[in-house]
Structures are given as C-alpha cells and as structure tokens.
C-alpha cells in the first residue's frame, strides 16, 4: 500500500507556518493553566516545576509519532485516519476517531459553560446556560467563516494569553528580587509523601494542560507545505508551552504556599494580588475570557474537521462531507458539532466529563503510537518526519503508565461512551448496507 503525497483536497489550504505554531500554542496553554499550578502545587508542593517538565516530555513522545504520520499522510481526520490505515478495521478507526469526537465536543462544552460563568460574570449578570449556548453559536458561525479568520483571531488570542501568563512571571519575579516571597519552596515537595509518586500523580493532572497538539492533525489538509511546517510548529509550540508552564510554576509557588494554592480557584489571580502591586482583577478575568474563548474555537475547528474527514472515509453519513462553496468550510460538520456540544453544555456535568476527556485521548493516543509503528511497511513517494523507532514504543509505555492512576469512576464514564460509539457505528453500517440493497 502506498500513499501519495498530499493530493487535492477541497478544503483551503491557508494555514502557514506560523499560523500553525499559534494554533497549536493556544490549543495548548488553552484554558486550563489557571487552575493548573493550584491543582498540581496541592499534589507535589512548591516543586510544581518537576512534573510540569515530566508530562512535557510524555507529550513530547507522542508528539513525534504525530509528526511522522501527518507529513506522511496530510489529511483530515487525523488518529481515525491513521487508524484505518494501520489496522485495516473500519470499527477501530470509528472508536479512535469517536474517541476524538466525544473528547473535543465535551471540552468545547465545558469551556462554554467556564466562559460564561465566574469569569464572564466579572462584568456582566446573566444565566449561565442560556449565555453557553449563545457563546458556542458565535464560536459556529466564526468557524463556518473560513479557517483564516478563525486562525486570525487565534493569533490574537493566543498572544493576549501569552502576555497574560508572562505578565504573571514578571510581577512574581519583581516581587522575589524585592527581597519578598519564598524562592526556596520551589525545590520542596509534599512532607510525608514519596517525591515519585507525587509527581506521577501530579504529572497526570499536568499533562491534561499539554494535550490539544493533537488537534492539528485534523488541519493537515489545510496547511501549506505540510512536510516541512508541520514537525517545527508542533515540537515548538509544545516547548514554548512548556517553558511557560514552568515559568508560571516556579512563580506561584515562590509566592503563595502550595496550600494556598491548592485551596484557590483561580491561583493566577491570587498570585498577582499577594504581590501587591495594583492591577485591577478585571483584566485577569478577561485574560481568562480570551483563554477561554479560544480554546472553544479551536476545539470546535478540530472536532468539525474530524467530522468531515470521518465521513470522508466513510466511517460517518457522507452530508458531512459538505462544503461552502466560496468559503470551502465543512459547514454540515460544523452545524453537527455545535449542535452536539450545545447538548453537552444543557445536559452534562463539567467535572465528570473532563475527567473521561483524558481517558478518552490516552487512548487516541496509544492507537497513534501503535500504527506509526505498523505503518513502517507501507512507503509514500514524498519525504516526511521520521521518529526514532523508541520513541513511539516509549509513548506507549508512557500512555499505560497514565491510564494506570484513573479513577474507576472514570473508566466506567469512559465505558459507556465507547459503548454509545458501537451503537452508532452498528447503526450506521445497517444504515449503509439498507441503501446498498435498495
């Protein structure tokens, strides 16, 4: 079997390098980094810096494998793609790429419901369902607009989130060289607890903020020069997100304790008022707004494109396949994955489903890893990133070692929608095989 290079495609091909760099750096640092030092600092203690760099390099590994199958195969669809190509089985490929589905739409969902609660209510009095739904609409009708307007307003998000993060750093920093604040808990760990597993347990918490490289993979199609773009944004963004991260962690902890931290809702802005310096927490909460915001918008154009490519390979009904004519966006895709988050955000719970997010895109990842290793046998007549064969097989390892310090709770919340996904999938091809007899 053999593959060619990157083909025609229907879609736009807009996405430039440093477009790509930003999407996936905003997919990345996303919303999660203000909870995130409170969470991980209550597991570790002021070494939040230590499991920061250790999920960093569990995202790294499977990064690689990633880099390898987009080049060598640039369509949309990402994992479900390289599922069915790798093992030749229309039901696994329908499970990763449900798998994708399930944990895009849900995050998409829960970020709609985090923008229009505490932080949108900084400003402004109004029920939170209700705003949610009209939230995931305007995030609908930007992605229907074109992939370029949607990655323009990226980039400006992003940079807005960055500097927010950076700003953060900087106050903590001047506030420690001031003579201020406790720089040696930043090398401290939880007392009565093995240094091991406080960072396993925390790194597990830590990677939840570095997964979303992922959701490039569904853009391939869409990036010009995917080859050679592709591996620099990824592995950068990711190392830039990284650097942030530790950055953002040895600040916090160098200024509040990580019990303090751990007890906070919003860590980032109790950071900046111990401080003492005069910023107003309004702007923190629209920093947060931005956060927010764009990662719905990036979720939502992953899980659209997904769609798309899905039902382009048959796995999902073909009027998913179409397109704007002029603007060339899948916008079938779009409505459906709107209209299903919109379902998630009246009728789910946002703890008990970020929680089966994680579960569900280990195991995305695992199926990644997996089939860059099958893949190996089957050449493509145009160069593309090749990762050292013992990097995939230790993301695996990485991967089980994850899904090792899941709840029960979680595995069966898990469980059940894996089982949601056979059903459609039975439906589906009975569905098929009734229109193929007619």
Not at 49 to 72: C, Q
Request: aromatic share 8%; glycine share 10%; net charge neutral.
């Amino acid at each position: 079997m053999s593959a060619p290079a990157s083909g025609e495609t229907r879609l736009h091909r807009a996405i430039t390098g440093p477009a790509l760099f930003l999407f996936i750096l905003g997919d990345v640092l996303g919303a999660g980094v203000y909870a995130l030092v409170g969470k991980v600092a209550g597991e570790v203690g002021g070494a939040v810096w230590v499991p920061l760099l250790v999920a960093l390099g569990f995202a790294m590994l499977t990064a690689a494998s990633y880099a390898e199958l987009v080049t060598k195969y640039p369509k949309a669809g990402g994992a479900a793609v390289f599922a069915e190509r790798a093992f030749g089985s229309p039901l696994v490929s329908f499970l990763v790429g449900f798998c994708m589905l399930a944990a895009g739409v849900t995050s998409a969902a829960g970020l709609s419901l985090a923008f229009s609660g505490d932080y949108l209510g900084a400003f402004l009095d109004t029920p939170t369902v209700p705003t949610a739904l009209v939230f995931l609409l305007l995030v609908a009708l930007l992605n229907a607009r074109g992939i370029r307007e949607s990655l323009g307003a990226n980039a400006v998000m992003t940079v807005v989130e960055v500097c927010g993060l950076l700003f953060v750093v900087i106050l903590a920093a001047r506030f420690v060289l001031s003579g201020q604040g406790e720089p040696s808990r930043v090398m401290e760990f939880t007392p009565g607890v093995s240094p091991a597993f406080a960072v396993l347990g925390a790194a597990l918490i830590a990677f939840y903020s570095f997964v979303g490289f992922e959701v490039s993979a569904n853009v391939a199609e869409e990036v010009k020069d995917v080859q050679r773009v592709y591996p620099r944004a990824l592995f950068g963004a990711l190392l830039t997100a990284g650097l942030i991260y530790v950055g953002v962690g040895m600040a916090a902890t160098a200024v509040l304790s990580p019990e303090r931290l751990g007890d906070s809702s919003a860590p980032l802005l109790d950071v900046v008022r111990a401080t003492g310096y005069a910023v107003p927490d309004g702007l923190f909460a629209v920093v947060a707004l931005v956060a927010v915001a764009n990662g719905a918008l990036l979720t939502m154009i992953m899980s659209s494109r997904l769609a798309y490519g899905m039902a382009d390979h048959g796995l999902l009904p073909d009027p998913l396949t179409r397109v704007l004519p002029r603007r060339r966006t899948p916008w079938v895709a779009i409505v459906a994955t709107t209209v299903l988050a919109m379902l998630l955000t009246v009728t789910g719970t946002l703890a008990a489903l970020a929680e089966t997010v994680v579960l569900l895109l280990l195991f995305v990842f695992i199926s990644s890893n997996v089939a860059v290793l099958v893949l190996r046998r089957d050449t493509v007549a145009h160069p593309h990133f090749r990762a050292p064969t013992f990097l995939p097989v230790l993301a695996i390892g990485s991967c089980l070692l994850l899904l090792s310090q899941q709840s029960a709770g979680t595995w069966l919340r898990a469980g059940l929608l894996l089982g949601l996904g056979v059903g459609l999938y039975a439906l589906s091809r009975w569905h098929r095989g009734r229109a193929s007899a007619a």
